[in-house]
């Protein structure tokens, strides 16, 4: 997985106006921001990668948390408008109307008071995934929270989302693909994969929630998973620096 070497300068940036309106939270909050921005490869990945592309203007991110990704959507368009953003970067999609999906109540009330002043304001739900209503999407995120569910809802939930894709790439002619960003567990690297296990739920705790059973799965029962939904599947080693077995699924609707 390679980097552009001379962007460091503009994601230190990026990542610091997106965690900074944490602070109205409290310290908890900004430091989870920066810290999970700044040491979680996937964020910098997807924003260098331009795998949010200019067409996606409906985000759905399912397990938001605190709302860190609708933060880094809204510091990426700021950088944009004053002419801030790297020539090596794809251009950053318009502003997003973002909805934004979480079991914890305690991580909805941060994301509110720190980024529900944003324009057009983010939309968030206080929901379980399964049952929660799926709107008419772009592009779907979802990290590192299917596996809290058990296979059966994790197909289920999998079929809702490329519904809610299919949906809204009824409105669009730009030919951007409607599209599904999924980081998993890769079952089958079983060192790593414990690992992950293991952070998971001390972070888990550290942010004050019980720490539910887990369901994980071999990376290509995933990506045979999507498949047979009829998505066009690559996939990303996603645990540089880190010694997880996460890798991020990019799965695309053909348009």
Same mark, same amino acid.
């Given at each position: ?7 460091d300068?503009h994601w ?7 965690a900074?309106p944490?602070?109205?939270a ?6 989870f921001?920066?810290? $999970?921005l700044?040491?979680?490869p996937?964020f910098?990945w997807?924003?260098e990668?331009?795998?949010? /592309?200019?067409?996606?203007r409906?985000?759905?991110d399912i ?7 609708a ?7 700021? /950088? ?5 953003w790297?020539?090596?970067?794809s ?9 934004g999906?979480e079991?914890m109540?305690?991580d909805?009330?941060r994301a509110e ?5 944003l324009?057009?304001?983010p939309a ?7 049952s929660a ?6 592009l779907?995120?979802i990290?590192?929270?299917l ?6 809802a994790? @197909? $289920?939930?999998? @079929? ?5 894709l ?7 002619r ?10 998993v ?5 079983a ?8 952070v998971?739920?001390a972070?888990t705790?550290?942010?004050g929630?019980?720490m539910p ?5 071999? %990376?290509? @029962? ?5 498949e047979?939904?009829g998505?066009?599947?690559?996939s990303?080693p /996603? ?8 890798? %991020?699924?990019?799965a695309? %609707?053909p348009?």
């Amino acid at each position: 997985m390679t980097r552009l070497p001379s962007t460091d300068n503009h994601w230190n940036s990026l990542l610091v106006n997106a965690a900074q309106p944490y602070r109205q939270a409290g310290r908890f909050a900004w430091h989870f921001a920066r810290g $999970k921005l700044g040491r979680d490869p996937v964020f910098r990945w997807v924003v260098e990668q331009g795998l949010i /592309m200019p067409g996606h203007r409906r985000v759905l991110d399912i397990g938001c948390g605190q709302g860190l990704l609708a933060s880094l959507l809204a510091a990426m368009n700021e /950088m944009h408008s004053d002419a801030q953003w790297p020539t090596g970067w794809s251009l950053p999609p318009a502003p997003a109307r973002y909805t934004g999906i979480e079991l914890m109540p305690r991580d909805v009330a941060r994301a509110e008071r720190s980024i529900g002043h944003l324009q057009p304001p983010p939309a968030f739900v206080c929901a379980d995934m399964c049952s929660a209503a799926l709107p008419a999407s772009d592009l779907v995120v979802i990290l590192d929270v299917l596996h809290y569910v058990d296979l059966s809802a994790q @197909e $289920k939930v999998l @079929e809702r989302v490329r519904e809610a894709l299919a949906a809204g790439a009824g409105d669009r002619r730009d030919g951007v693909p409607p599209r599904l960003l999924l980081r998993v567990g890769d079952a089958a690297s079983a060192v790593g994969y414990r690992i992950s296990q293991w952070v998971d739920h001390a972070v888990t705790r550290a942010r004050g929630h019980q720490m539910p059973p887990t369901w994980g799965r071999p %990376l290509a @029962e995933w990506q045979r998973q999507l498949e047979r939904l009829g998505f066009e599947v690559s996939s990303v080693p /996603m645990s540089r620096g880190t010694p997880f077995a996460n890798v %991020l699924l990019v799965a695309d %609707l053909p348009t």
